[in-house]
């Protein structure tokens, strides 16, 4: 099997120190992007997992002055109302105000509420209304229930709701989010490596000539711990500690490379696979 075209050519030199070093002109700079891709996937990976499992994301933190209207009034009007397969059997529309908007429980599907903060519960929906925000509409699943809940508990089930209706949404979202923070700290962190290794040229003591073979040694020197850092986050999700893994992990197999081969090219090239 060829192992001199990508992927294989990275991969195979990633194990040992002496090839991170003696086979760092094999990849290009079309190359190193897709590397550098690559490795922050491998990262990003344990964030997606952590957020499509996650419960501590709510609506209530983008609408916090409509979920205030929620108080024990309206959850005394709702522990009435009987529910069946996700379906509120509202049997009489009513309209409350707070001091700082309204709660409407409308019968018809088709409230109309005159209010820049307002949260109005219909048959097989809820509408969030605050200020400039964009209305919010979510649908109730079958599992929907709030018969004799309290107002914390109501609260806490239309957060759920929120986030059944919009999870892949919420996953990617904040998956780009933190895909776009790691992406930049990566990049920093091999960049910034390179050039202390590229500056070492000066000395006439290594035999490293260009900053690409630089960058390629770092991110060779990336490659296993960025794997342990997947395994980690997979085990036990903590971006902090991930990203230490990677750092740490890094400097110990660029310390490895410098005491396999010091740099230079005449060290013995025969045992490269050690």
């Keep these: 099997m060829r192992t001199d075209s990508f992927p294989l050519n990275y991969f195979a030199n990633i194990f040992t120190p002496k090839r991170a070093f003696f086979n760092r002109k094999a990849i290009g700079w079309p190359t190193i992007v897709i590397v550098l891709i690559f490795l922050n996937a491998l990262i990003t990976i344990p964030v997606s997992l952590n957020f499509a499992q996650t419960d501590t994301i709510g609506v209530e933190t983008f609408y916090p002055e409509a979920f205030g209207l929620i108080d024990d009034e ?7 109302i009987p529910i069946e397969n996700g379906t509120l059997a ?32 219909e048959p097989t929906l809820f509408t969030i209304r605050e200020h400039g925000k964009p209305e919010l509409t979510v649908n109730y699943t079958k599992d929907f229930t709030i018969e004799g809940a309290s107002v914390e508990e109501i609260k806490t089930e239309m957060n759920r709701q929120w986030r059944i209706n919009n999870r892949v949404y919420i996953v990617a979202a904040l998956t780009f989010l933190i895909s776009c923070m790691t992406l930049v700290m990566l990049v920093a962190l091999t960049l910034g490596s390179a050039v202390f290794l590229y500056l070492t040229k000066k000395s006439h003591l290594t035999s490293i ?10 991110l060779y020197g990336l490659g296993l711990p960025t794997i342990l850092a ?13 990203m230490t ?6 400097l ?15 060290k013995d090239q025969t045992r490269v696979q050690e």
């Design 74 to 80: 309206v959850a005394e009007t709702l522990a009435d």
């Design 209 to 218: 000539t260009t900053y690409k073979e630089s960058v390629a040694i770092i």
């Design 90 to 121: 509202i049997g009489q529309s009513t309209v409350q105000t707070k001091a700082g908007g309204v709660v409407v429980i409308d019968q018809t599907g088709a409230p109309l509420v005159d209010s820049d903060v307002a949260i109005v519960f």
């Design 252 to 266: 110990i197999i660029l310390l490895l490379i410098y005491f396999k081969t010091q740099f230079n090219d005449e």
């Design 230 to 242: 997947l395994l980690y986050g997979l085990i036990q999700f903590d971006i902090i500690w991930m």
């Design 245 to 250: 893994i990677q750092t740490t992990g890094l």
